[in-house]
Nanobody, 120 residues
């Protein structure tokens, strides 16, 4: 069984910053990538940023230059530093874990989500 513990969401004014963290634990043989997705009301879930095991990163165009993603491999934890936040960043942010588990099968696991609200 795998657990993802997310933290760091909240309410912030436009232009402010927040840092999200997501710690993975459980029966994880190898992590391929960790990342963050978000879903605003009435919209589909979209990629925000991911970081692969080798350190390669991907960002949505809308957050490039404002958000950074990093990972502590020893702690199986991924961080999303969000700066210069805008009201359109308001959404539920979900942590995603792409990993190999028991039987060396590949799995995709989601956290429960953390709310980020940016006021104008």
């Amino acid at each position: 069984q795998v657990q993802l513990v997310e933290s760091g969401g909240g309410l912030v004014q436009a232009g402010g910053s927040l840092r999200l963290s997501c710690a993975a634990s459980g029966r994880i043989f190898k992590i391929n990538a960790m990342g963050w997705y978000r879903q605003a009301p009435g919209k589909q879930r979209e990629l925000v940023a991911t970081i692969a095991n080798g350190g390669d990163t991907k960002f949505a165009d809308s957050v490039k230059g404002r958000f950074t993603i990093s990972r502590d491999n020893a702690k199986n934890t991924v961080y999303l530093q969000m700066n210069s936040l805008k009201p359109e960043d308001t959404a539920v942010y979900y942590c995603n874990l792409d990993y190999y588990g028991s039987g060396f099968k590949r799995y995709d696991y989601w956290g429960q989500g953390t709310q980020v609200t940016v006021s104008s």
